[in-house]
């Protein structure tokens, strides 16, 4: 069985940082892409952030210069870290693994969620 999960939201004040990780478990083998996107009440899911098992990565115009995303390919984990955050942040935040080749076959995965919550 292949799970992520994620761990690291909470509530912060604006201005402040939080960090996100998620860990890939299960018989894995490898991982081409792994993301973070989110959804606030009342709008679709986006991408915030993804990196190639490359290491290459991409970043939404609204989180650039503030969020860095990194991985551990070793550890099937993927990071996130959230600087300098806002208000219109706050949001559940999931990861997504996809193109993950495990003892299950080959795949896209979600997590379950954490909720990032800014104050103002």
């Known amino acids: 069985q292949v799970q992520l999960v994620e761990s690291g939201g909470g509530l912060v004040q604006a201005g402040g940082s939080l960090r996100l990780s998620c860990a890939a478990s299960?018989?894995?083998?490898?991982?081409?892409?792994m993301g973070w996107y989110r959804q606030a009440p009342g709008k679709q899911r986006e991408l915030v952030a993804a990196i190639s098992s490359g290491g290459s990565r991409n970043y939404a115009d609204s989180v650039k210069g503030r969020f860095t995303i990194s991985r551990d390919n070793a550890k099937n984990t993927v990071y996130l870290q959230m600087n300098s955050l806002r208000p219109e942040d706050t949001a559940v935040y999931y990861c997504n693994a996809v193109g993950l080749r495990s003892a299950l076959g080959y795949g896209d995965y979600w997590g379950q969620g954490t909720q990032v919550t800014v104050s103002s």
């Open positions: 299960g018989s894995i083998f490898g991982i081409n892409v």
